[in-house]
DNA sequence: TACTAAGCTCTTTTT
DNA sequence: GAGCTTAGTA
């Protein structure tokens, strides 16, 4: 398809005044838009003067390559990225009116998490009432709508909806947040996009700068938008209203995060002289997949009429599988990778598994490896997300912003250096009595009379990180993190520890100074209005803030199978697509069958998942899978049953103990290797109440392992004799009252070290996880 | 204060 | 399965 159609061509020809482009999955969204740009460009339009927001680094850096391809080097100079990243800019530049350091942190969740704990702490709250992840929630949504602590506090309603929640203090913890946020030089996430509405609408001249330097606005994903980006949109847009959005309703799955889909329903009564255009023509998928897409959908109520269509071929049917476990299924989407390219020659990135939660990927994991296919695995736990990268980084952004409060904490014992909690506790209180920053109180150690025992630690701790930071005034980012990691202790504590976890640890380290130095020898992208940006610690620390796993390449081997979560799908497509785990209360999510509303964004969720497909699409369920500890047994999703039946194929499960066949009547299922037993067990083995699980302490007469020499071969019995876990050892063999016979073996991947009981099926493949033992692996 | 083992609890999606 | 807490020891 190298032309534009009709409809593809007004909406890149009509630059001028607000358009709303509908698009629906697999119509050339992205091509308008590049063209659109190109258009603009060519019309003599300075790309520095065009402001194109996306959601995802990803979508950003796929758009600019594009537009690179058709107008060459000077699309460098547009201004494109996330909202998040093209704000956080936009602040740093001007941070000072707001009070902040322009090398302000960026906090991600996990520091915003920390932080609410220690003020829990701090306010004598119940952590189990006031839990840290729903406070954050609560506090993201304020900000999200612009609601200020002020606001917050003074509102009638919201502090009746907490009080009623059993929450009448997160008033206070939201306030107290902010302003430990202020205090320590820091925003979170929600801060870029709430700062730069408190910027643009406190600073009229710093308003109008940016609404006549930007002559046209773009946004990419319209629907996900929340109500702050939209004002920001608003605001930015007025006076030129150049505004051009383009979205898919049928598309939107971020209401979790604050995306409002009446933005994106609304857009013609904002912006009433505006034009809209539709795109229905699907040139991705076969006949069968954009028909299937359309029978899903139609059982959504809310949504935008459009008849999304195409003129490619039928195409092969949708297979569904049928598994009795994770670990079936797994082998069952292997296998099918297997055989399609042993059929077609295809390569490894023309697949794509797709799932509902990111604990699903382990069981595809491991059949994929079994099999040595190679696979990537985008989102779950990030490089930068790791204990001893965090750690790392922890001391380079105390370098650069010492108030930072959320990188003190991690870093001020650690290595240990005898500050314990006791004096951390202490230190939290000076900061709060005399309303100083944590690391003034550090450095002033001496003038507390409350931390006189541990002054000494604390005051060489102070000038360890004062002597960082001046040596990283002088330094290359390179060089200086290189010092800080040497002289922080951190890289021998690593270096140290030689168990197989400490010295991945140890290379992940190596990795990130690699890291390092390729940002300070590579140029980056910087706009032409702007000072080149310098190779600082700084700026690396910037530039990885707002990265997500999804945005580093491995250069290793590029031929990998496509394993995310189908939120991190939207955008992308795949020859042969497999989406696994279509179960009740899976997908849809247990959560989300609340109301019509949320079940309806899991349908879209479905449909975005749908038509992510080219070619080949699977779906696949199993009756019983592995969840939190214990087997737990399920139903097919009822999104299954809601395509049309004559587009898909039923195909034979592998093994089946089982008669039943039938869609739906599955519920009992289960296999041999656990979940559903077709018996239960004799209940003096079990601990009453425990539902089958093997947690907690096993009842003192009531054992539950034996443990066996390898060298005396096991009689195997129904009875067991209880054993510590602790002696537990590599390649044991081990007899266990319900799975049988068992080996011992290290758990790839845990970062604990932890040891566990394994049992094997006939097939010599690991099945289920028995029984945890905490031992370290020591290398011979 | 530092460290370990084991118990308890919760479980969606992400910039 | 994993993070966090608690108890106990050094």
């Known amino acids: 398809m190298n032309l534009l159609n009709e409809e593809q061509r007004l909406a890149v020809e009509q630059i001028d005044g607000p358009v709303m482009v509908i698009a629906g999955a697999g119509s050339g969204k992205t091509r308008v838009l590049t063209y659109r740009i190109a258009h603009m460009m060519h019309k003599g339009t300075d790309p520095f003067r065009i402001l194109a927001l996306t959601f995802t680094n990803k979508a950003s850096k796929e758009m600019r390559e594009r537009i690179e391809h058709v107008m060459g080097p000077e699309a460098r100079n547009l201004w494109m990225g996330t909202f998040h990243s093209v704000f956080a800019k936009m602040l740093r530049i001007e941070a000072d009116l707001l009070g902040y350091p322009s090398s302000f942190t960026i906090y991600d969740t996990d520091d915003s998490k920390s932080l609410i704990k220690t003020i829990l702490k701090e306010m ?24 200020s602590p002020v606001e917050y506090a003074e509102d009638s309603e919201i502090r009746g909806s907490d009080e009623s929640a059993q929450r009448p203090f997160l008033w206070e913890v939201y306030s107290r947040y902010a302003a430990r946020c202020f205090k320590a030089g820091a925003m979170d996430f929600d801060d870029l996009l709430f700062n730069t509405n408190k910027l643009l609408k406190l600073y009229p001249d710093i308003l109008a700068k940016y609404q006549h330097k930007f002559k046209y606005v773009l946004v990419d994903e319209y629907q996900d938008t929340n109500y702050s980006q939209y ?9 030129n209203r150049n ?53 899903i959908i139609k059982n959504n109520k809310d949504q935008l009429s459009k008849e999304v269509w195409t003129d490619n071929v039928q195409g092969d049917k949708i297979k569904v599988l049928r598994a009795v476990s994770d670990n079936e299924e797994g ?21 794509a598994i797709l799932y509902r939660t990111n604990s699903q990927s382990r069981a595809l994991e491991e059949s994929l490896r079994r099999i040595n296919i190679l696979y990537r695995v985008y989102g779950g736990t990030s490089f ?16 650069v912003n010492p108030n930072d409060e959320a990188a003190l904490q991690r870093i001020i014992n650690y290595p240990a250096r005898g500050i314990g909690d006791t004096t951390i506790n202490r230190l939290i209180t000076c900061a709060d009595k005399y309303d100083k920053p944590l690391w003034e109180v550090v450095k002033n150690a001496v003038i507390y009379p409350e931390l006189k025992s541990a002054v000494g630690n604390l005051l060489n701790f102070a000038s360890m990180i004062e002597a960082f930071a001046i040596n990283n005034r002088s330094m290359s980012a390179y060089d200086s993190a290189m010092y800080i990691t040497k002289n922080s202790g951190l890289l021998k504590v690593l270096y140290d520890d030689k168990s197989i976890e400490g010295i991945a640890r140890y290379e992940n380290i190596e990795e990130l100074l690699n890291g390092i130095k390729e940002y300070t020898e590579e140029d980056t992208i910087t706009f032409l209005d702007e000072a ?87 779906l696949s369920y199993a009756t019983s899978r592995f969840r939190f500890g214990t087997m737990i047994s399920n139903e097919p999703s009822r ?15 592998l093994r089946d103990p089982f008669e039943d066949n039938s869609w739906g009547g599955g519920g009992f299922g289960g296999g041999k290797f656990g979940g559903g037993y077709t018996r239960e067990p004799k209940s003096e083995y079990v601990k009453p109440g425990s539902g089958g699980g093997f947690k907690g302490k096993p009842p003192i007469n009531n054992p539950i392992g034996k443990i066996i020499p390898k060298s005396a071969p096991p009689p195997i019995r129904p009875g067991f004799v209880a054993d510590d876990t602790a002696n537990l050892q590599e390649g044991m063999r081990v007899e266990h009252q319900r799975f049988g016979m068992g080996n011992v073996q290290l758990i790839e991947g845990r970062g ?14 690991k099945n289920i996880i028995l029984k945890f033992a905490k031992l370290k692996m020591h290398l011979n």
């Open 639 to 653: 999104f299954l049953k809601e395509i049309d039946p004559s587009l898909v194929e039923m195909t034979a499960p």
């Open 331 to 351: 082998r069952m989407v292997a296998n099918g990778i297997f055989e399609e390219k042993m059929r077609n020659h295809s390569h490894n990135t023309d697949f």
């Open 243 to 295: 505004i051009c959005v383009v979205g898919d309703d049928a598309q939107s799955i971020y209401s979790f995060r604050g995306a409002n889909i009446q933005n994106i329903l609304n857009f013609q009564k904002d912006y009433p002289e505006g034009k809209v255009f539709k795109l229905e023509q699907n040139y991705r998928s076969t006949q069968t997949i954009v028909k299937a897409a359309g029978s």
């Open 384 to 399: 930068y997300q790791r204990k001893e990268i965090r750690d790392v980084i922890a001391y380079m952004r105390m370098v």
């Open 752 to 765: 604990d070290g932890r040891k566990a009981v394994i049992q094997f099926d006939e097939f010599g493949e």
């Open 231 to 239: 004002v920001i949109l608003r605001r930015l847009a007025a006076v």
């Open 124 to 147: 004598n709250l119940d952590d189990k009432v006031y839990k840290p992840s729903t406070i954050l929630g609560r506090i993201s949504s304020a900000k999200n709508n612009l609601i």
């Open 532 to 618: 080149p940006e310098e190779k600082s610690l700084a700026n690396f620390l910037q530039s990885i803030s707002l990265l997500t796993d999804a945005d580093k390449d491995d250069p290793e081997n590029n031929d990998r199978v496509t394993l995310m979560t189908i939120h991190a799908s939207k955008g992308l497509e795949f020859e042969n697509l497999f989406v696994v785990g279509l179960e009740e209360n899976l997908f849809p999510s247990q959560l989300s069958l609340g109301s019509r509303a949320e079940l309806e964004e899991e349908r879209r969720l479905f449909y975005v998942a749908v038509t992510r497909a080219k070619k080949r699409l699977t």
